[in-house]
């Protein structure tokens, strides 16, 4: 079946720092999605984004799917940014969407 | 975005019992649904499709006899855990996506309950 690849699995930064998450995907999807888990378990949709490049806030993503990877950014991080966060591809012929590995954010003041 | 609803959020049980999870789209209709199960510090593990009015379709390596899937109406699925045991204890996700949307074939937001968080004492 597909691998979803995370990296970095696990973060530390310190607030107002920057990061890149990475997603790579084994073989040619459909769709995919970013969510973030909160500390409660919610997962909280932060982009559908199949192709291209999107922005809300703090917060872009951008997914080549021709190369089977997308990124997500986060600018001038905030210590409520921290949980984890998932990529979730859909493959072709299915509406299955499978989850990646995970990067377990941690924003400290 | 959407809204999907869990109930129960939590819930603690003896071995050996049974356990229903209830799901439901609050503001659209979802022919199909999904159940997830999340261990501690894992990432999450499509456990079935859930589809209205039909039999639910399983992942490799899940019992459809220890989790029953029920999609009685386009708003609701539900999920019971029977004869529950210790290893069961898990979290439970269901998701659901907008019959409605405005989507090509595949295609489609998915959106995801609160979870409902099993122990199984």
């Known amino acids: 079946g597909i691998q979803v690849e995370q990296s970095p699995p696990d973060l530390i930064l310190q607030e107002g720092a920057n990061s890149t998450l990475r997603c790579n995907f084994s073989d040619s999807v459909n769709n995919l999605q970013w969510f973030h888990q909160n500390p409660w378990g919610q997962l909280i949709n932060l982009f559908y984004?199949?192709?291209g490049t999107k922005q809300n806030g703090r917060l872009s993503a951008t997914t080549v799917a021709t190369e089977r990877y997308s990124l997500l950014y986060i600018s001038s991080s905030q210590t409520t940014d921290s949980g984890v966060y998932f990529c979730a591809v859909e493959l072709w012929n299915t509406d299955k969407l499978i989850f990646g590995t995970g990067t377990r954010l941690q924003v400290f003041p | 975005g959407a809204v999907v609803s869990q109930h129960p959020s939590r819930v603690i049980c003896k071995s050996g019992t049974s356990v229903k999870i209830e799901c439901r789209s609050l503001?659209?209709?979802?022919?199909?649904m999904f159940w997830y199960r999340q261990f501690p510090k894992q990432s999450l593990m499509l456990m079935a499709t859930s589809n209205e009015g039909s039999k639910a379709t399983y992942e490799q390596g899940v019992e459809k006899d220890k989790f029953l899937i029920n999609h009685a109406s386009l708003t609701l699925s539900t999920l019971t855990v029977t004869s529950a045991h210790p290893e069961d204890s898990s979290f439970y996700i269901c998701?659901?996506?907008?019959?409605?949307?405005?989507?090509?074939?595949?295609?489609?937001?998915?959106?995801f309950g609160e979870g409902s968080r099993l122990t199984v004492l």
């Open positions: 984004i199949p192709s």
């Open positions: 998701s659901a996506r907008d019959d409605g949307a405005e989507q090509e074939v595949n295609t489609g937001e998915l959106f």
């Open positions: 503001d659209f209709q979802a022919t199909t």
